[in-house]
């Protein structure tokens, strides 16, 4: 009796240990990010009001561009080196100065604004495509593009085609318009 206890227990490890070597099937999805950035429902507005941010500052820029001109048309209108010559040069050089610097300021500005939107857009993105995947039993999710390769350089070229870590993946996979749907929805 003992004899067929201990070949039953042997049996069950066997059995046991024949389950456990064998891996858990991978199942793994595909999602094009950059669709889904791009058909985010914050993605629009919220760039949009960097949109409009944007030009109301290039209008200041621009009368603050006219202003210069009117001044450098009036230096023309002096004497070199009178006082007035001076006085309008120093604040031409100032203005031109003051000019230059706003003008980076709001590019630098509008980068980290959009920086900022897309990182948050992309957190968030990255949530949906998480509960996505869970409700669809994955238990990854690559990052795909169908976009074509860019780039102006060989350089470019190559850095966008080593960015992209699924290479092919069958269309079945594809979950990114499931994402798009729960962040519309």
Same mark, same amino acid.
């Given at each position: 009796?003992?004899?067929?206890?201990?070949?039953?227990?042997?049996?069950?490890?066997?059995?046991?240990?024949?389950?456990?070597?064998?891996?858990?099937?991978?199942?793994?999805?595909?999602?094009?990010?950059?669709?889904?950035?791009?058909?985010?429902?914050?993605?629009?507005?919220?760039?949009?009001?960097?949109?409009? &941010?944007?030009?109301?500052?290039? +209008?200041?820029? *621009?009368?603050?561009?006219?202003?210069?001109?009117?001044? &450098? &048309?009036?230096?023309?209108?002096?004497?070199e080196g009178s006082p007035e010559h001076l006085e309008r040069l120093k604040q031409l050089?100032?203005? *031109?100065? $003051?000019?230059?610097? &706003?003008?980076?300021?709001?590019?630098?500005?509008?980068?980290?604004? $959009?920086?900022?939107?897309?990182? +948050?857009?992309?957190? *968030?993105?990255?949530?949906?495509?998480?509960?996505?995947?869970?409700?669809?039993?994955?238990?990854?999710?690559?990052?795909?593009? $169908?976009?074509?390769?860019?780039?102006?350089?060989?350089?470019?070229?190559?850095?966008?085609?080593?960015?992209?870590?699924?290479?092919?993946?069958?269309?079945?996979?594809?979950?990114?318009?499931?994402?798009?749907?729960?962040?519309?929805?």
């Amino acid at each position: 009796m003992r004899k067929c206890n201990l070949i039953a227990i042997l049996a069950v490890l066997l059995v046991a240990a024949q389950l456990v070597a064998q891996p858990t099937p991978v199942t793994a999805g595909v999602v094009d990010m950059f669709k889904v950035l791009n058909q985010h429902p914050e993605t629009k507005q919220r760039m949009e009001v960097i949109k409009k &941010d944007f030009e109301a500052a290039i +209008d200041k820029l *621009k009368a603050a561009a006219g202003e210069a001109k009117a001044l &450098d &048309d009036q230096l023309d209108l002096l004497k070199e080196g009178s006082p007035e010559h001076l006085e309008r040069l120093k604040q031409l050089s100032q203005l *031109k100065a $003051t000019f230059e610097l &706003d003008r980076k300021l709001l590019i630098a500005r509008m980068n980290l604004d $959009t920086v900022t939107v897309m990182r +948050d857009i992309y957190e *968030k993105s990255a949530i949906a495509v998480g509960e996505v995947a869970k409700a669809k039993g994955l238990r990854m999710v690559f990052m795909t593009t $169908t976009s074509k390769v860019g780039g102006r350089s060989e350089a470019e070229v190559m850095n966008e085609i080593a960015s992209r870590p699924v290479i092919w993946s069958d269309a079945s996979l594809d979950i990114t318009e499931a994402v798009i749907a729960a962040l519309k929805g």
